[in-house]
């Protein structure tokens, strides 16, 4: 397997079976009242940090990587848009999942290692998915701090696994 083929499967690790499922378990946690909900003005709610991320994710991956329109508004993904309920949010998701899929599966081996300008940034397209990973994975740790403050409630994701266990070094 080639590393690049070792990039997508990570990203699609990181992002899809970690992130993707911590949001959506989210959004059961709360009402679609509380999507727009801050606990101060410069923190931004859960609604807004999922449109930011499929901003940046369609930004740095789908239009960088896959060549496909820029059309991103990033101010608007952090203004409140009370008539999107979590239904929506999880349908954005699933749809940019698909494109991303799609994206993945038509790159050629040169795009991971071409040179992109992204927000003004010049990146490698191996950057560009390294971003996209952490960003997710940063924004996932604030949808959750949020969550647990809203509902009062623990997410449990790790209910299932014995975290204390020590590395097994052979």
Known sequence: MSAEDRLILEFKRRVFEESYPRIFKCLTMIEDKDLWKSPQGNIPPIGCLILHIAGNARQWILSALGEKP?????????????????????????????????????????????HYKIQGFNETGFSAIIHVIEHFSYHTGQITT?????????????????????NNLN
């Open 70 to 114: 820029d059309n991103r508004v990033r101010d608007e993904e952090f203004m409140n848009h009370p008539n999107i309920r979590k239904t929506d949010l999880i349908f954005l998701l699933q749809n940019l999942k698909i494109q991303l899929n799609e994206c993945f599966n038509n790159l050629d081996e040169t795009a991971i290692n071409k």
């Open 146 to 166: 949020l969550t647990k403050m809203i509902s009062n409630k623990e997410t449990g994701y790790y209910t299932d696994f014995n975290l204390n266990q020590l």
